[in-house]
């Protein structure tokens, strides 16, 4: 993504490739069976992808700070949330809109790098193509098997309406709505998160490791992000910072669910100490990279520890109705 258009063009084939890997996952685990480690990676995996993916739209100048932030505080914010409900044995529930919100953000990245580097004439050829093309594959799929995809249309119509403003206004407008659009899809699909534990708030039922989990959610990415809009700090560090710990939160449901997880203290000590670093390397350039990689190699020790704590329950088959993953 750093290597210029050529870069951007390769970036875009592995992107792609990236992407369809999730139908083989799906169709391993309905023709083998799942694991609660498989599980857990599934929704970790497409989480980390968006990390990868958008945390360079800052350095290219495709996206602001605060879009970026927006999109990826929800992912935090939402993995907290899971934590309460696992906490509980409360099963999440993974609504239609969570799918739906998934697909966006990893076709909606593809389309955002398309809409950069394709030709304007060869771009309308692109929107249609992606308008019409998932509903000919998802007939195709209906005649051969009798399964419907009715996902494919809602993509269909949603690329379809790209074509308006892009015939009138041109790529930079269209990709400022389609970036606005993945946004607020991201956040639509969280509230069936965030209602059900406001009610939890005004009951009294929300406690100490609920909001620790929380706070960190919402002030760890905030900080990360403000970090990587900054050109002279390293931006390898914090992308990799972010992602593991996006790796940590995704762990921390499954133990959870086996009443295994980190007490307040450790997860608050852990998030304080990658935070505090990371505002450091801000405001101490000299010691910047010094500074990330202590935030960085801070993470990496978390998710070690975290993983081995878990290691007793990765091949074991999903139990009952208390699900550990799914797309949220």
Not at 98 to 112: E, S, T
Not at 219 to 242: C, F, G, K, N
Not at 268 to 287: C, M
Not at 291 to 296: E, H, N, R, S, T
Request: aromatic content about 12%.
């Amino acid at each position: 993504m750093y290597g210029g258009t050529t870069g951007l063009w390769v970036a875009l084939v592995f992107m792609t490739l990236l992407g369809c890997t999730d139908f083989i996952d799906g169709w391993l685990a309905r023709k083998y069976g799942s694991t609660e480690l498989g599980r857990l990676m599934d929704p970790l995996a497409d989480k980390v992808f968006v990390v990868v993916i958008f945390m360079p739209f800052i350095d290219l100048g495709w996206l602001t700070g605060w879009q970026v932030g927006l999109l990826l505080s929800r992912e935090f914010v939402v993995t907290a949330l899971r934590s309460t409900y696992e906490r509980r044995h409360i099963p999440p529930r993974t609504s239609f809109l969570a799918k739906v919100k998934a697909w966006a953000q990893m076709a909606g990245c593809g389309v955002l790098f398309m809409l950069r580097v394709v030709p304007p004439r060869a771009m309308v050829i692109v929107i249609i193509v992606g308008a019409l093309l998932p509903v000919v594959m998802t007939l195709v799929r209906y005649l051969v098997t009798g399964y419907f995809w009715r996902v494919s249309f809602i993509f269909a119509g949603w690329v379809l309406a790209l074509l308006l403003p892009y015939l009138i206004f041109g790529p930079e407008v269209t990709f400022q709505i389609l970036a606005i659009s993945v946004i607020a899809i991201t956040w639509l699909s969280a509230w069936g998160y965030i209602a059900p534990v406001l009610r939890m708030v005004f009951d009294g039922k929300f406690d100490r490791g609920d909001w620790v989990r929380l706070a960190g959610s919402i002030a760890l990415p905030v900080v990360l992000v403000v970090a990587q809009a900054r050109p002279d700090l390293t931006a390898w560090i914090i992308i990799l910072t972010m992602c593991l710990e996006m790796a940590i939160g995704g762990l921390d449901n499954l133990l959870c669910v086996h009443n295994a997880e980190s007490s307040a203290l450790l997860w608050g000590l852990r998030v304080g100490v990658v935070t505090l670093l990371a505002a450091l390397a801000l405001y101490l350039p000299a010691y910047s990279t010094a500074l990330l990689l202590g935030a960085c190699a801070t993470s990496l020790f978390g998710t070690a520890m975290t993983f081995y704590r878990g290691r007793r329950y990765y091949m074991e088959e999903p139990k009952g109705k208390t699900r550990t993953t799914g797309d949220d």
